[in-house]
Nanobody, 122 residues
Framework: QVQLVESGGGLVQAGGSLKLSCTAS????????MGWFRQAPGKEREFVAG????????RYKDSVKGRFTISRDTIKNTVVLFMSSLKPEDTAVYYC???????????????WGRGTQVTVSS
């Protein structure tokens, strides 16, 4: 059974950093693009960052450019989202997902993790 499991969420003060990891099991994701999405209370889930299957291309939501970095380790089947200069508005549940290509629309992703909570205090 294919599974994506996120980890690394937690509580951090504004200006701090967190590293989220997503580990895939039960299948091969080396040929898939991976994305991170987030959903804040009362808001729709939104695209945050994506990385191509070979890591050659990345894409970011405008508000996280320069603060977040996505990377992947295909041998370990892991995707990492490093978040720095965190702001209270970054507070959300963060999800990783797999797709054929980098897409901003969540409908393009066919595998999802359960999410990990990130809370940024002011």
């Amino acid at each position: 059974q294919v599974q994506l499991v996120e980890s690394g969420g937690g509580l951090v003060q504004a200006g701090g950093s967190l590293k989220l990891s997503c580990t895939a099991s039960g299948g091969t994701f080396s040929n898939r693009a991976m994305g991170w999405f987030r959903q804040a209370p009362g808001k729709e889930r939104e695209f945050v960052a994506g990385i191509a299957w070979n890591g050659a291309n990345t894409r970011y939501k405008d508000s996280v450019k320069g603060r977040f970095t996505i990377s992947r380790d295909t041998i370990k089947n892991t995707v990492v989202l490093f978040m720095s200069s965190l702001k209270p508005e970054d507070t959300a549940v963060y999800y990783c997902a797999a797709s054929l290509t980098i897409e901003v629309l969540q409908g393009a992703y066919d595998y999802w993790g359960r999410g990990t909570q990130v809370t940024v205090s002011s």
